[in-house]
């Protein structure tokens, strides 16, 4: 293996842990990152006016201002892969602290579920995530949740983080109906009660409802930091426009494909080439199994990878 594609696969793999093993673990493991306590914010109260939306969809909940949103069907995960979503689901659990509880207890019961967050905040910890599922008994603790009263609605119950609180901590949980719960952190709040007022936002990310797992991406510039350590990194992505993609499974194992449509015929040129360094450093790691199987190919600023992951490859990962 050349040094320049040792070089591109070893950058890779540290870009990889700085946008936030949390969040990787998070979308793989089917959980929320930490809410951890740290600098402090409010939950902001923003005007409220008559709902006239009393049923939702799921991803009708996002708010525009997210770049990114990850869509897993958690219930056909586990039919699927079995012993191996439950040890991504282990790895997770290790990394969770006791203020993940609700979060985890719902993740359990969930069917799908759904994270959305900003690239450019992606370490701070803002999101909004939705659960579908067997949800309609759970609570939070009341000693730091208070109901929200008058409610926004009817059909909507929202419990509201007492007093101060991290901004990667969980500021309002909404339950609506018996089987969807969305756990909110302090800068989103405005934006989901806006949606659940209003109606959904124009824009929104949109992943597709298929397979085990799919996302939706709007292109932004990297945090600063990062772009600074990882500058020839932070030029990639600023070049890309939208990336959309799904995870399925097939017979021989785990199936990625993802488009990416980059802003101009040079940025999908240096993604192409970004990616295809990448692979071939991986064939010469004791991952190559895991890289055999990515196909990249360029059409103009369109993008496409397709990736076959054999399962046993992926559980070789998971356990290392």
């Given at each position: 293996m050349?040094?320049?594609?040792?070089?591109?696969?070893?950058?890779?793999?540290?870009?990889?842990?700085?946008?936030?093993?949390?969040?990787?673990?998070?979308?793989?493991?089917l959980?929320l990152?930490?809410?951890?306590?740290?600098?402090?914010?409010?939950?902001?109260?923003?005007?409220?006016?008559?709902?006239?939306?009393?049923?939702?969809?799921?991803i009708?909940?996002?708010?525009?201002?997210?770049?990114?949103?990850?869509?897993v069907?958690l219930?056909?995960?586990r039919a699927?892969?079995?012993?191996?979503a439950?040890?991504?689901?282990?790895?997770?659990?290790?990394?969770?602290?006791?203020?993940?509880?609700?979060?985890?207890r719902?993740?359990?019961?969930?069917?799908?579920?759904?994270?959305?967050?900003?690239?450019?905040?992606?370490?701070?910890?803002?999101?909004?995530?939705?659960?579908?599922?067997?949800?309609?008994?759970l609570?939070?603790?009341?000693?730091?949740f208070?109901?929200?009263?008058?409610?926004?609605?009817?059909?909507?119950?929202?419990?509201?983080?007492?007093g101060?609180?991290?901004?990667?901590?969980?500021?309002?949980?909404?339950?609506?109906?018996?089987?969807?719960?969305?756990f909110?952190?302090?800068?989103e709040v405005?934006?989901?009660?806006?949606?659940?007022?209003?109606?959904?936002?124009?824009?929104?990310?949109?992943?597709?409802?298929?397979?085990?797992?799919?996302?939706?991406?709007?292109g932004?510039r990297?945090?600063?930091?990062?772009?600074?350590?990882?500058?020839s990194?932070?030029?990639?992505?600023r070049?890309?426009?939208?990336?959309?993609?799904?995870?399925?499974?097939?017979?021989?194992?785990?199936?990625?494909?993802?488009?990416?449509v980059?802003?101009?015929?040079?940025?999908?040129s240096?993604l192409?080439?970004?990616l295809?360094?990448l692979?071939?450093?991986?064939?010469?790691?004791?991952?190559a199994a895991?890289?055999?199987?990515?196909?990249v190919?360029?059409?103009?600023?369109?993008?496409?990878?397709?990736?076959?992951?054999p399962?046993?490859?992926?559980?070789v990962?998971?356990?290392?």
């Amino acid at each position: 293996m050349s040094s320049k594609r040792g070089s591109a696969c070893e950058l890779d793999e540290e870009v990889t842990r700085q946008l936030g093993r949390r969040a990787l673990l998070g979308v793989l493991g089917l959980a929320l990152a930490n809410v951890a306590c740290g600098s402090s914010t409010s939950a902001a109260n923003s005007p409220r006016a008559p709902s006239k939306k009393q049923r939702f969809d799921a991803i009708e909940l996002f708010p525009a201002d997210l770049d990114v949103v990850v869509r897993v069907d958690l219930a056909r995960m586990r039919a699927s892969l079995g012993p191996v979503a439950d040890g991504l689901s282990a790895r997770v659990g290790s990394e969770m602290d006791a203020r993940d509880e609700l979060a985890s207890r719902a993740i359990q019961r969930a069917r799908v579920a759904w994270i959305g967050t900003r690239i450019a905040d992606i370490e701070t910890g803002d999101r909004v995530m939705v659960i579908e599922g067997d949800v309609e008994d759970l609570r939070p603790d009341p000693s730091l949740f208070e109901v929200l009263d008058p409610p926004l609605s009817d059909a909507i119950k929202t419990f509201e983080r007492r007093g101060p609180l991290a901004r990667d901590a969980t500021a309002r949980i909404h339950l609506l109906g018996g089987r969807t719960m969305v756990f909110v952190s302090g800068v989103e709040v405005d934006g989901v009660e806006r949606v659940l007022l209003r109606g959904a936002d124009p824009g929104r990310r949109d992943p597709p409802a298929e397979g085990l797992l799919s996302a939706d991406l709007r292109g932004r510039r990297l945090p600063v930091g990062l772009e600074r350590k990882f500058p020839s990194i932070g030029a990639i992505v600023r070049g890309v426009k939208r990336a959309r993609a799904s995870v399925t499974m097939v017979d021989e194992g785990l199936r990625a494909d993802v488009e990416v449509v980059a802003a101009s015929d040079a940025a999908g040129s240096k993604l192409e080439g970004f990616l295809t360094a990448l692979r071939e450093g991986g064939q010469g790691s004791r991952y190559a199994a895991l890289f055999d199987g990515m196909r990249v190919e360029r059409l103009e600023q369109a993008v496409r990878v397709t990736w076959l992951v054999p399962l046993e490859m992926l559980r070789v990962v998971v356990e290392s």
